[in-house]
């Protein structure tokens, strides 16, 4: 079968599965066993990766989450002197509308949008669309349609497991390129960087087995299910070899490659757990006779992987509903079990958060930025032979990441409730997480990924709490509508003048993060000093822009937790620079030179305060309004306009001085 034709016959069984949720529903009820308390009572983890979605592309509207309503977004340069932030994207390439900001897909009006075009999605347009941070120009690179947007009435079936589970509003693809090499990275833990094993793997180009007269160089490092077999971890990946979208990264690999010829000394055991058909039939069959695996890996069929072209997010639903329903035919089982459900990469669909990264490299490698952490095997710098189409020479030395923003669902007793985890992830997270719960280490992981990335274990309450559970829809109709469509595919016409997305208010319960941060400035006559402070467990990239100088890029400083990192600027008509970190991390300070106001935040029992040093008076301004207050040296001014997720939001101005502070209050975590 082609990659892009439907299977009619493949798809109808999902469908039939799917408009019965009966299974679904009892499971939302069915309390996870609690033993210890502790991830050691996960027994199963299952982990399906579906096909190139955005965050923004489908719950940049959700209330509770980071999306189209945050209140503070990245700059963007300026372009005909309009000042803008990268909600507002230009075009000069397409010849349609110069101006974009995300749109609607409005399936319900136009229900060939489910069924939407795919964009471009691989190694030098991911590069141009990021362009060093300043993320300005996306649609230039990823064509306009990439804006478009699905709403709650579009994904019905997508919003209502959000909201009966966990969502991950700041899980990254974990490359700046397409699907295979972030396949490779979460199935090993790398992409080999450095290119001294068969990488660096940038492209698609070891996506299927090797065919006669091919020369490719095999990847020759090891993967993580190699390390899960030979510590005694029982392991499989479900799928259809005649139908899995050449979505196994293993077939890459020369360990896997050598057990299908059966070369001496190779382990068959590779190919029956990783390289055999078993579908979701098996997979539900396992489930019943109590024999599902302590690590499982659901690979979809072409129409049921969520990609732009073969499938569609109906359909995709439909997929997804067959395999809770597999994993839910034994309630026992599902006592027992985590779902993991991520996205591989973004295709080309819009994301507005500046993915976390090492510091970008001038003409001379020179950072521009800092860390604390080593950046070894993070940064292009040796040619990828076997993908050297996609490997053009101006994106050498740049970062692999990471990569955008895309879904992640954390389905699973432990995470009933609907909150919604904005800790810092990424496709090593899912090892990460499968080290917490096994013991099984993966060295191939670097430092810096380490670092920065979580390991999804604050994404569940092991305390098992009881959660009011939700109802997921039917899908089976809209999924048949989108069959229907046949290999036809649509683009969506850009609108004419840019309209601001609405993201409704709305309030979600959030899972603890780890982080503590602060950015304090410092000024000695035209020289202005930022310092970036982590008093927090895990390591926080910030992003700095200069709002007087956004061509240039921003800054980015890797911070770990315990320590700090100054940078420094001259500006002798003025600053105005703004911050950003992770979970809506957000300074600003605007001034010139000999000003006076300087503001910090106190914490002190996860209570904020910001503490005031000036003369004279200032206004003091949050969302709802604003009040004048007396400044005088050392004033500590309580913080109490923070929501019930601790978040605050507020700004401190006097006579051309602004200082902005938003984010989140320290929480705990387990």
């Not at 293993?250 to 078993?278: H, I, M, N, Y």
């Amino acid at each position: 079968m082609s990659k892009f034709q439907i299977d009619r016959r493949t798809l109808m069984s999902g469908l039939t599965a799917a408009a019965a949720f009966p299974s679904i529903a009892r499971a939302l009820h069915i309390a996870p066993r609690v033993r210890t308390g502790t991830i050691k009572d996960v027994e199963h983890v299952v982990i399906l990766m579906q096909e190139n979605r955005s965050f923004d592309h489908y719950f940049g509207t959700m209330p509770g989450v980071r999306g189209y309503s945050d209140p503070h977004p990245a700059p963007a340069p300026k372009v005909e002197g309009r000042e803008r932030d990268v909600f507002l994207q230009y075009d000069s390439v397409s010849g349609g509308p110069k101006w974009l900001a995300p749109f609607p897909l409005n399936t319900r009006q136009t229900f060939a949008h489910m069924r939407l075009e795919g964009t471009p999605h691989s190694w030098p347009d991911a590069h141009a669309a990021r362009d060093q941070g300043r993320m300005g120009r996306w649609p230039e690179a990823k064509q306009p349609h990439s804006m478009g947007y699905f709403e709650r009435e579009d994904l019905p079936f997508q919003y209502a497991l959000a909201e009966a589970f966990t969502l991950c509003d700041g899980y990254f693809c974990s490359l700046q390129t397409g699907t295979n090499p972030n396949r490779v990275m979460m199935w090993s833990g790398t992409i080999d960087g450095a290119g001294e094993r068969g990488g660096p793997c940038i492209g698609n180009s070891h996506d299927t087995m090797p065919k006669a007269g091919e020369t490719l160089t095999p990847y020759r490092w090891t993967t993580y299910v190699e390390r899960l077999q030979a510590a005694g971890v029982d392991w499989r990946i479900y799928q259809d070899m005649d139908d899995n979208f050449t979505d196994n990264p293993l077939v890459g690999f020369e360990a896997f490659q050598k057990a299908v010829a059966g070369a001496p000394g190779s382990d068959p055991q590779l190919v029956e757990r990783g390289l055999k058909t078993r579908a979701l039939d098996g997979l539900k069959a396992d489930v019943l006779a109590g024999r599902l695996p302590q690590v499982s890996y659901v690979i979809a069929t072409a129409a049921g992987s969520e990609h732009p072209g073969p499938s569609s997010p109906a359909q995709g639903a439909a997929y997804t509903a067959e395999v809770i329903d597999a994993l839910t035919a034994d309630p026992e089982v599902w006592a027992r079990t985590v779902l993991l459900v991520n996205f591989d990469e973004n295709d080309g669909f819009f994301d507005h958060v500046p993915p976390p990264a090492p510091p970008s490299r001038d003409g001379e490698g020179r950072l521009n930025g800092g860390s604390t952490v080593d950046l070894a095997g993070e940064y292009h710098l040796k040619p990828s032979a076997d993908d050297a189409r996609l490997d053009l020479p101006q994106y050498r030395g740049r970062s692999y990441g990471l990569g955008p923003r895309v879904p992640m669902y954390v389905v699973s007793p432990w995470s009933r409730g609907g909150r919604v985890c904005s800790e810092v992830f990424d496709h090593t997270s899912v090892i990460r997480f499968l080290e917490a719960r096994f013991g099984v280490m993966e060295p191939n992981i670097s430092p810096w990924r380490r670092a920065v990335c979580g390991d999804l274990t604050s994404s569940l309450d092991f305390t098992g709490k009881d959660a009011k559970p939700v109802a997921l829809p039917s899908v089976a109709d809209d999924a048949a509508r989108a069959l229907a469509l046949g290999d036809k595919t649509t683009t969506p016409p850009t609108p004419a003048e840019p309209v601001m997305p609405v993201q409704p208010k709305g309030f979600r319960p959030a899972c603890p993060t780890p982080y503590v941060l602060e950015c304090e400035m410092a000024q000695d006559g035209a020289a202005v000093s930022l310092s970036f402070v982590n008093k927090g467990r895990r390591a926080a990239v910030f992003h700095v822009y200069d709002r007087n100088d956004l061509d240039a890029g921003p800054r980015r400083y890797t911070v770990e937790g315990g320590q700090a990192l100054k940078g420094a600027w001259v500006m002798a008509e003025g600053f105005d620079l703004q911050v950003m970190g992770p979970d809506g991390f957000h300074r600003r300070f605007v001034g010139r030179p000999g000003q006076t106001l300087a503001a910090r935040l106190d914490w002190r029992d996860a209570a904020v305060a910001v503490v005031v040093t000036g003369s004279g008076e200032a206004c003091l301004t949050t969302p709802a309004g604003g009040n004048t207050i007396k400044l005088r040296d050392g004033a500590r001014l309580p913080v109490d306009w923070a929501d019930a997720n601790h978040r605050y939001d507020f700004a401190i101005q006097q006579a051309g001085t602004r200082f902005e502070f938003a984010g989140r209050a320290p929480t705990k975590v387990g």
